[in-house]
């Protein structure tokens, strides 16, 4: 990390085993996958094994990243079922060949497939693909044969996740196997989706209100409840007739179209639309705007990082990818996140604004799009100069007036961790950070250019903070403040608190260096 601090973002739990106590240590931001195959090693099995947990108490505990952490006298009770590997030897021609030339034979039906997403048997190559997983695992294959697998491997899954669309068997949900299929969800039955609903206190309803909220302490099923919250709180549900399991649907579709990448993710949006809801709040906007429109600003921050891939949209240019292609190199990032939103919206039982006529569905899908291209930060200075132009005069009825803040205000919430208390802001550094040092990692290899604030030798946290509040971050609050100054005290000030604690190390750093050069 260059000489900026290093990361806290591990995570301890404690298994009992088989009789036996272990330990394991994850990165919070592992795949479910990644913590399973950790419990497998620990226990000494297959990592293909089945894992059951459960607490002291003999409540099952879901197996993922954000299972809560505990004590040796608390130790999760694993239990570790055997896979069946008698798949591995089935009739099938293909299977009969050496790993290495069924992963050429894979790649030869992707290429040639892949151009037409339509005609790719996803199950049957998936399939195919955990034949190959569960032989390199049992056979004793040399290390060249598994490095060149596990490579082909990557490419193929990466292709079949680009080549269709990702949404939640709700189901399958419901039996409790929680994995996603690919393709539309099953129409087989009224299946209401699961998700524990949480009674919230009336101190947790006012404090999701404020800007000082922790997101941290709050599981992924909770936020979904408090997203849930706000929707009836603001009005939401009866505005657009929302019917109570499609919000869920869609809620969990929209969880489960976020990756899980260390600072693009579903945390993220979460963050985000909390600091919106907050901003409601604080500037009564209920007053001066329609509940379509306050509508319009909950939805488009829960979506506005949709399947973010954690590589910016720089990188989408510079390396070329589909998703420049398809949108010109004109913020393509920001474009895919729209166009995934409403595809999950134009399926009827993930979409909450099935019962709005044409048109008003219109001004919604509008609107939205306007706001998530906003989040561009490459149209921050035309955004932020149209706001400024307007403030004098401002009219909440004038349409241009009201697009403009709107504009603004989701601007505000996207990059507003550091209007936080420092314990709560400081993670979500660390966060962006590892996502930034991935990319450059990722630019050096591929002979791409590299910026300066994503370079792992180069940037520092003071350095990567104080720039961005002193140029970004502090300007835009303070013109929002001029049109609501209730908050200057709740959002500037400690905006310019944190300026001056990031200064503070900066000069601390350089002392320290220049002792070390003497």
Not at 7 to 34: A, P
Not at 154 to 160: H, V
Not at 374 to 380: E, G, P, R, S
Not at 463 to 469: L, N, S
């Amino acid at each position: 990390m260059g000489n900026g601090s290093s990361f806290d973002s591990s995570k301890q739990v404690y298994l009992m085993i088989n009789g036996s106590l272990e330990k394991i240590v994850f990165s919070l931001h592992s795949s479910t996958r990644d913590v399973q195959e950790l419990i497998c090693q620990a226990g000494k099995v297959n990592r293909f094994s089945q894992v059951t947990l459960r607490n002291v108490d003999g409540a099952y505990v879901t197996v993922s990243p954000t299972i809560p952490q505990n004590d040796e006298n608390h130790a999760y009770i694993a239990e570790i079922t055997p896979p069946n590997l008698t798949d591995v030897s089935v009739s099938n021609p293909s299977t009969d060949l050496v790993p290495v030339q069924i992963m050429e034979q894979l790649a030869r039906e992707m290429s040639s497939r892949y151009a037409k997403p339509d005609e790719v048997n996803t199950g049957e190559l998936l399939d195919r693909v955990k034949t190959l997983e569960n032989r390199m695992d049992v056979e004793g294959l040399k290390a060249v044969d598994i490095d060149v697998c596990k490579k082909s491997i990557d490419t193929i899954k990466g292709q079949i996740y680009e080549a269709q669309k990702k949404f939640i068997d709700y189901n399958r949900l419901r039996d409790g196997s929680g994995l996603p299929e690919i393709g539309l969800p099953s129409k087989r039955g009224p299946s209401v989706p699961h998700y524990t609903k949480y009674i919230l206190s009336k101190e947790t309803i006012e404090y999701l209100k404020q800007p000082t909220f922790d997101i941290w302490h709050w599981e992924p099923n909770e936020m979904l409840s408090l997203l849930e919250h706000m929707y009836h709180e603001l009005g939401l549900v009866r505005e657009f007739n929302i019917h109570g399991v499609t919000l869920k649907k869609w809620l969990l579709c929209i969880q489960e179209n976020y990756r899980n990448n260390p600072f693009h993710n579903f945390r993220h949006c979460f963050c985000v639309t909390q600091m919106m809801y907050g901003m409601i709040h604080l500037c009564k906007l209920h007053e001066s705007i329609s509940k379509e429109d306050i509508g319009i600003l909950i939805t488009a921050c829960i979506c506005h990082d949709l399947d973010h891939p954690g590589y910016n949209n720089t990188y989408q240019i510079n390396a070329r990818t589909q998703l420049a292609l398809r949108y010109n190199d004109i913020s393509p990032l920001e474009n895919h996140h729209c166009a995934v939103a409403f595809e999950i919206l134009s399926n009827p039982e993930t979409n909450i604004f099935a019962n709005c006529d044409t048109e008003t569905f219109k001004r919604i899908r509008e609107g939205i799009i306007t706001l998530i291209l906003a989040t561009d930060m490459a149209q921050h200075s035309e955004i932020m100069q149209n706001f400024k132009e307007k403030l004098d005069t401002f009219d909440y009825d004038n349409l241009r007036d009201l697009i403009a803040l709107k504009m603004v205000l989701i601007k505000c919430c996207d990059i507003s961790n550091e209007v936080r208390p420092m314990e709560i802001s400081e993670p979500w550094l660390d966060c962006l950070l590892e996502e930034y040092f991935n990319q450059s990692d990722k630019e050096k290899e591929q002979g791409l250019p590299v910026a300066p604030f994503m370079d792992r030798e180069k940037v520092t946290k003071p350095t990567a903070q104080i720039g961005f509040i002193k140029f970004v971050l502090l300007p835009m609050f303070e013109e929002v403040s001029k049109l609501f100054p209730q908050l200057h005290s709740v959002m500037v000030e400690p905006l310019r608190k944190a300026r001056d604690h990031w200064e503070r190390l900066k000069e601390q750093d350089d002392e320290l260096r220049h002792k070390q050069e003497a």
